[in-house]
């Protein structure tokens, strides 16, 4: 494991495709586990899916845009990693044309979208390979990740290459100061892994924390964040437990897009699901706007410089 850490700095800041910058300039709401730019119809053993992918650039850059004016969006965390179709040039476009900061990541996602070599390698290889790219930049550009993730598991239990490829952005998160970010499936257990290896609880966000209603209480216990998409009635039912058992503090709400079907030109609620119709039904239960800016700003803000 790596013994000291890579980042050095007086005071925290997030890692933009961009450049650093202080929490400080990111005035308004942040999405913190969306995908801007991704591909994953195609997988090594895995059923292809011509849904499964986004490539839509101008009307991407169209919407966060408009959020910016709109919602006041301030930044998007991307968590397109290694194998699911990252692309930082595009990124990098994107947040030109919207004048909307975003957050790349890195890291390994899951089972049939590891890339071939990564199967077999030992957990120091695969790190080394993630401070390569924290390091060095991102498929060749000069845009470094702020996030490592979102790493996943693809069976209903990680496999042992998941294993390592997850003890491996522990460690790599460890040595950098970056935050991880996990996929929905097998979160629970990606957070048990990522515990095991030393990496404080408060550095890692789980994505939606399963169907059983205690789990999202048990990672939030555990000092944990909990990002919540798919922003339906069951979330919106999680999203007021977790802050009436007053933990607002450790909640992230994002839209969570994917596809091509979920963007606005298409027919999809788009990027502003969120500000459209999950945070008024938030104020229509009684929830102040100061929790509301908490759990939209201060809340992401505070997991992606890795403070408590």
Not at 125 to 133: G, N
């Amino acid at each position: 494991m790596p013994e000291a850490s890579l980042v050095t700095r007086e005071a925290p800041l997030v890692r933009t495709v961009s450049g650093p910058c202080p929490p400080s300039a990111v005035n308004g709401a942040v999405l913190p586990r969306e995908h801007l730019r991704s591909d994953m119809r195609w997988a090594a053993g895995a059923v292809s899916d011509p849904h499964r992918w986004l490539d839509e650039e101008q009307e991407v850059t169209r919407e966060l845009c408009g959020l910016r004016q709109s919602d006041r969006l301030g930044l998007v965390v991307e968590l397109s990693c290694i194998g699911m179709g990252r692309d930082a040039a595009a990124l990098a476009r994107v947040t030109a044309g919207s004048r909307v900061a975003v957050v790349a990541g890195t890291g390994f996602f899951a089972g049939p979208f590891t890339p071939s070599w990564a199967l077999d390698a030992e957990v120091d290889a695969l790190t080394r390979h993630l401070l390569t790219e924290i390091e060095d930049g991102l498929d060749g550009t000069s845009a470094r990740p702020g996030v490592i993730g979102e790493i996943g598991v693809w069976g209903d239990e990680p496999t042992p290459a998941e294993e390592r490829c997850v003890a491996a952005a522990a460690r790599a998160s460890l040595a950098s100061g970056l935050p991880v970010a996990t996929h929905h499936r097998g979160g629970p257990a990606l957070l048990e892994i990522l515990l095991g290896e030393g990496l404080p609880a408060h550095r890692v966000s789980v994505a939606d924390a399963g169907t059983d209603p205690a789990t999202p209480r048990k990672i939030v216990e555990r000092g944990g964040y909990v990002c919540l998409t798919s922003l339906g009635v069951d979330r919106l039912r999680q999203a007021l437990d977790l802050i009436d058992a007053g933990y607002a503090h450790r909640l992230l709400l994002s839209s969570g897009l994917s596809k091509v079907s979920e963007i606005e030109r298409y027919g999809g609620g788009g990027y502003s699901h969120l500000f459209r119709t999950f945070l008024p039904r938030l104020r229509e239960a009684g929830i102040s706007e100061e929790t509301i800016s908490l759990i939209t700003h201060d809340n992401p803000l505070r997991w992606l410089t890795c403070m408590e």
